[in-house]
């Protein structure tokens, strides 16, 4: 898209509104809100923010920054249009005061120099996620609660099936803003939904990703709904994952894992694209799942990825290879969940199977028996680690790899870690309900 394009749509579409969109390093969506006045000036790139008060940005002391808006981005916002007005949106990334140098704490930039450094290889990232989500019901207040308002199963229709209402209105949302959806459906656990879109390169599968998340949320508070993608919510039923979806495409245009001579049709390029995020998976899990809670998903019995194992088909592995071949020849990495910053993760994933492909990494047998039904003794001769058990093991793993900070880079590695320890020595310091629970009452 053109800024010419962008500006016949604004007058088109009567847009009197402007908000410019970037992430922090933890993957929140931030924006700047402008009136139509302001509009030109910001498709030219001359809209400053004070960069030291996002977190993980920069000092007070060298707060300027600018916003440079992706054309490629901008969209109308469709349930913005109040009284024949509309608003609309650009993802942004964000450069130094000089307005010329890319700023090294934006994962949008980090995420566009790792793949430049894949490109270099002779390939380019094609990626899917699919992010589950609950919808919880509200207190009179407007407070979330963890109270579902449906009691519906995998694939239930309604009328058990209580989200189908708000699920068709971000559907709808999603497509007049340009998404393919490939499929919708209730998921395992009450409450629980997802909605697929189709694959893309991966900036702009990472800008989907953000966009799909705030557009269920926003479309779910209008149904009075709490839409949450917390992977754990709630304990003893299923967490919500975000399967990523990847493959290596050569500059052709040909699915570089694709090998219909190779054993299940996969090539030695995605053998060792495996091997490396298997080798990686344990140092890149503070990125893919960066939250306390995210290790209470991560726990045998709920279909989430424990082990550090792949398999043509078993979902008890970390890395199942869907049936789908030719151009649709790809790897699921089961572990990440929704509330990553997907420009991290994706930036980490890729860099992950790059380091498989470079060094021609063997990827082990494929595991395909339950994992979870496996004992001790039969994983270790197996030769099948662990994923982290919890954040500060995760924190430990990824300081230790050589991968994450060339990764990140030496800002978003530093400025990230050191938040990550700050929100374990909370965790690890709080009392919590299950200790008043348990011990108040007999000590």
């Known amino acids: 898209m053109t800024r010419d394009e962008i500006m016949k749509i604004i007058k088109e579409q009567n847009v009197h509104f402007f908000r410019l969109q970037f992430v922090d390093i933890f993957g929140f969506m931030k924006n700047v809100a402008l009136p139509l006045s302001q509009i030109e000036k910001a498709l030219d790139g001359q809209m400053m923010f004070d960069g ?54 934006c994962p949008r930039n980090n995420l566009k120099r790792v793949l430049a450094e894949a490109r270099e290889l002779g390939y380019t990232m094609k990626v899917g996620t699919e992010c589950e989500f609950f919808f919880f019901e509200k207190t009179e207040k407007k407070y979330p609660t963890t109270k579902t308002h449906d009691v519906a199963g995998y694939f239930s229709v309604d009328p058990e099936d209580c989200g189908i209402d708000a699920r068709r209105e971000i559907i709808l949302t999603l497509e007049a803003m340009g998404f393919e959806i490939e499929a919708s459906h209730h998921e395992v656990a009450e409450g629980q939904h997802e909605i697929n879109f189709k694959y893309a390169d991966a900036l702009t599968c990472a800008d989907n990703t953000v966009t799909f998340k705030w557009v269920v949320r926003s479309i ?28 290596l495409f050569n500059l052709d245009g040909t699915n570089a894992f694709y090998d219909p001579a190779g054993p299940l049709q996969l090539s030695e390029t995605a053998y060792h694209y495996i091997a490396g995020i298997l080798k990686n998976a344990r140092g890149f899990a503070a990125v893919t799942n960066p939250l306390v809670n995210s290790y209470k998903r991560l726990v045998a019995g709920y279909e989430a990825p424990v082990y550090v194992a792949w398999s043509a088909s078993n979902r008890s592995a970390l890395i199942r290879i869907p049936a789908s071949r030719d151009l649709g020849t790809r790897t699921e990495v089961r572990c990440p969940d929704p509330t990553c910053n997907p420009y991290l993760a994706l930036a980490m994933m890729l860099n992950s199977g790059l380091d498989g492909v470079k060094n021609k990494l063997q990827a082990p047998p494929a595991v395909n028996q339950d994992i979870f039904a496996m004992t001790p003794g039969e994983k270790e001769a197996a030769g099948i680690p662990s994923m982290p058990a919890n954040l500060k093991e995760a924190i430990d793993e990824l ?10 880079g030496e800002h978003i590695f530093n400025k990230y870690i050191e938040a990550k320890e700050k929100e374990w020595d909370s965790y690890r310091i709080a009392v919590t309900d299950w200790e008043r629970d348990n011990y108040l009452s007999i000590y």
């Open 52 to 105: 030291s008060s996002i977190d993980g940005f920069v000092r007070i002391n060298e707060s300027d920054m600018y916003l440079k808006p992706d054309f490629d981005t901008f969209t109308v916002l469709p349930w913005r249009t109040k009284e024949g007005t509309s608003a609309a949106r650009i993802i942004c990334d964000v450069y130094r005061a000089d307005g010329k140098t890319p700023f090294e704490g």
């Open 220 to 247: 779910a508070a209008k149904y009075g709904l709490h839409a949450t993608f917390m992977p754990k919510p709630v304990f003893g039923i299923n967490g919500s994952g975000m399967h990523t979806n990847q493959s």
């Open 399 to 408: 300081k230790t790899n050589t991968l994450s900070r060339q990764t990140l």
